[in-house]
């Protein structure tokens, strides 16, 4: 009998037809929406949760604390859940009603501050109280380290290491990070490509970060190339991904497929593997979809 942490991973991996634009290259989405918080960030949610209470950093009676614009947020509501843990999540009030409510029905307290840098500072100063511990996304190895030990492995299994380019939106930067080490460490060869907005844009998922707010976990010598994508080709390609390959994502794989399209059309040949973050029923309260 599997439990539902059981059933974090494992997510499918699926070819792109109609919007690969190279014939010659192979073009694979990894579709995180299937974990069962929806999203690529329950991998992240449980290694973080479940690595600190085995080293005993979280005590009784204390409560987590998290800044997150969505995902990562949700995913830790239902992974604390499991383990009857109270948790603090702090939020841009931009974000989604969806985001909120879902957290909510979790069990989760859900804060809504102006940005995620001022939720980042909000929940840094909690803290460092006694009765909370802080998981940090920003700045935990157990981030990464979840992709390196599950998303990597299930990308280089089921391309049958056929693998030549990865590609993933840029936020946190866990999910470049652990299959960039993962993936390079069977293949030095494997190109790993980032992506992130263009100075004026907002697409959720996907950050440019200020310097004083980048994420501490993020090594650039890991990323082989970065492609900036602007908010109108992320919404595009979100909306053809539904309309024409039947893939209802949010706006940040929108962006990840746009920058994987244009790669795709440099190569002679390849297989191009994108991380497909979350699912579209997250953001249908916004007007992506309108």
């Not at 009857?84 to 989760?108: C, H, K, N, Q, Y």
């Not at 109280?129 to 492995?153: E, R, V």
């Not at 004083?212 to 090594?219: F, H, S, T, V």
Request: a negative charge.
């Amino acid at each position: 009998m599997r439990t539902l942490i059981d059933c974090v991973g494992n997510t499918p991996l699926v070819e792109i037809n109609q919007l690969n634009p190279n014939p010659k290259v192979k073009l694979y989405a990894k579709l995180e929406g299937n974990n069962p918080g929806g999203s690529v960030k329950d991998r992240a949610a449980l290694n973080m949760i479940r690595s600190a209470m085995e080293r005993g950093d979280v005590k009784p009676g204390m409560r987590l604390i998290e800044a997150t614009s969505g995902n990562t947020g949700i995913a830790l509501a239902m992974i604390a859940r499991i383990y009857g843990l109270d948790i603090e999540l702090v939020m841009p009030a931009s974000s989604t009603r969806e985001r909120t409510l879902t957290m909510e029905a979790f069990g989760a307290k859900v804060t809504l501050l102006e940005s995620i840098e001022v939720c980042r500072d909000y929940a840094e100063e909690k803290g460092k109280q006694g009765d909370y511990f802080i998981l940090n996304q920003f700045a935990n190895p157990d981030n990464y380290l979840a992709h390196y030990k599950t998303t990597g492995p299930e990308i280089w299994r089921d391309t049958a290491g056929q693998i030549t380019h990865f590609v993933s939106a840029m936020g946190t930067t866990g999910s470049i990070m652990g299959n960039s080490m993962f993936l390079k460490e069977q293949n030095p060869a494997v190109q790993v490509i980032g992506c992130q907005p263009t100075e004026e844009s907002s697409i959720p998922g996907i950050r440019r970060w200020p310097t004083e707010y980048l994420p501490k976990i993020y090594d650039p010598q890991r990323v082989d190339r970065v492609l900036d994508v602007s908010q109108s080709e992320a919404t595009e390609m979100t909306r053809r991904l539904a309309k024409e390959e039947g893939l209802f994502v949010g706006m940040s794989t929108g962006g990840a497929m746009a920058c994987a399209a244009r790669l795709a059309q440099e190569l002679d040949e390849g297989l191009i593997v994108f991380i497909a973050c979350d699912r579209g029923d997250r953001y249908l309260s916004s007007d992506l979809f309108g």
